[in-house]
């Protein structure tokens, strides 16, 4: 498969295989759902995941693999941003990265502008998880526990999100974005992937906060790559109240546009009204009692 030449454009090699060009998502593991199969038996059957994500980055995260993923001989812990030249290693495979033409920073501001502009009233759920405590955590556990928690927290949660008819956007260090198209998404459907959500949070493995909000943002970004990316205010406000969820002590919040559109099928109380960094005026934010009701299956 040959490798996009257009600015930006990214591909794996490998001593022994063709070059395969990185367009959005690309899965690795030896189940053959895998955009790269992968045939040592070193490698788990959904082992890694190349992202791409924030105009033109690609990331690394492993999914809690049993023999691990490395980037340039050591293990990763986290989603960790590739740079031209990386050496990933699964198994007994090993692939070079390479994006030789990085995006550059007038680029993504002329994109970033043009698609405010051309597409600024999509409306979409948002949703914003964020680890709790993650950097005492990393500090209390051996690497290779954190490893295996924080892989498979990342799978699961990605599996669940899918399931419920949702795309992840943005792999953080700690946590990820997730989007869903308000015009071709229901309440209930939105109240169901919540409630998912919140049995994984009661299942405790890795505690989390997670903060979901519905407003219009900009979808746009690297076209050669495949690339979707979420931009605009509303995307920074959801941003802004995970980060007042975490002051509350709130394992999981709804924005007021969000509470609005979920009515009763997401029982919440209010927390009041709290001015953000950066956004003018006071914002009303709400706690979620308890399990979405009245669901039908999916």
Same mark, same amino acid.
């Given at each position: 498969?040959?490798?996009?030449?257009?600015?930006? *454009?990214?591909?794996?090699?490998?001593?022994?295989? @063709?070059r395969i060009s990185i367009r959005g998502s690309c899965s690795l593991g030896r189940s053959g759902a895998n955009t790269i199969v992968l045939e040592s038996p070193k490698a788990s059957r959904r082992h890694a995941l190349i992202h791409l994500q924030n105009l033109g980055e690609c990331w690394l995260i492993d999914f809690g693999s049993s023999n691990g993923t490395f980037l340039n001989k050591r293990r990763i812990h986290y @989603?960790?941003?590739?740079?031209?030249?990386?050496?990933?290693?699964?198994?007994?495979t090993v692939f070079e990265f390479r994006q030789p033409q990085e995006i550059s920073q007038e680029y993504k501001t002329l994109l970033t502008q043009r698609t405010l502009h051309e597409i600024e009233n999509v409306l979409c759920w948002l949703l914003v998880t964020d680890i709790r405590?993650?950097? @005492?955590?990393?500090?209390?556990?051996?690497?290779?526990?954190?490893?295996?928690?924080? *892989?498979v927290w990342f799978s699961t949660c990605k599996e669940t999100i899918e399931k419920h008819h949702g795309v992840i956007n943005k792999y953080l260090g700690d946590g990820f974005l997730a989007y869903w198209l308000e015009a071709i998404t229901t309440p209930d459907e939105i109240a169901g992937a919540i409630f998912a959500m919140k049995q994984l949070q009661q299942k405790g493995a890795l505690p989390f906060r997670m903060v979901i909000h519905c407003g219009p943002v900009a979808i746009g970004g690297v076209a050669s790559m495949g690339e979707e990316s979420l931009m605009g205010q509303e995307v920074n406000l959801i941003f802004r109240l995970e980060k007042l969820a975490g002051?509350?002590?709130? @394992?999981?919040?709804?924005?007021?546009?969000?509470?609005?559109?979920? *009515?009763e099928l997401v029982p919440a109380r209010p927390l009041g009204e709290h001015e953000l960094k950066g956004f003018q005026g006071k914002y009303k934010v709400f706690g979620c009692n308890g399990d979405p009701v009245n669901l039908p299956p999916l």
């Open positions: 498969m040959n490798a996009s030449r257009e600015e930006g *454009g990214a591909w794996l090699e490998s001593s022994d295989g @063709p @989603p960790i941003r590739l740079t031209d030249g990386d050496q990933i290693t699964i198994g007994d405590n993650f950097t @005492p955590l990393s500090r209390s556990m051996e690497s290779e526990g954190l490893d295996l928690l924080l *892989g002051s509350l002590g709130e @394992p999981c919040c709804l924005s007021e546009a969000a509470h609005a559109k979920l *009515g």
